[in-house]
């Protein structure tokens, strides 16, 4: 990965990269909105057992689009190499595309868990 990049544009390739390995094996995940914020809105999402919330789902309603947001501060602050961030985005993203689909983390990928 090039230096020139900051951690935010590192964030969100990591993101980016999971989704796409995830819409490549879950085709109807095209639909999807996939989105990293900063923090948590208060009051939004269920915390995780450290009590900050990673990332959230929100279904699809009338005219909008589902939509799966990342936390990116949180993340960093748990995971602090960029190996182990990489490694925690995808896990994230695997928990919310399993919640937003009604299934199980390792049905959407089957190495969920391993490491």
Known sequence: MPISLTRSELFDDYVRES????????PQLEDVEFAVLEVPLPGKGEPDPDGVPL????PGRQG??????????PVEIRAKSRE???ALVHEILIEQVAELLGLS??????????E
């Open 19 to 26: 989704m796409e390995r995830l819409v490549r094996r879950w």
């Open 55 to 58: 990332g959230r789902v929100i």
């Open 64 to 73: 909008r689009k589902s939509r799966i947001l990342v936390y990116r501060r």
């Open 84 to 86: 182990d961030r990489a």
């Open 105 to 114: 983390p390792d049905s959407i990928d089957p190495r969920y868990g391993d």
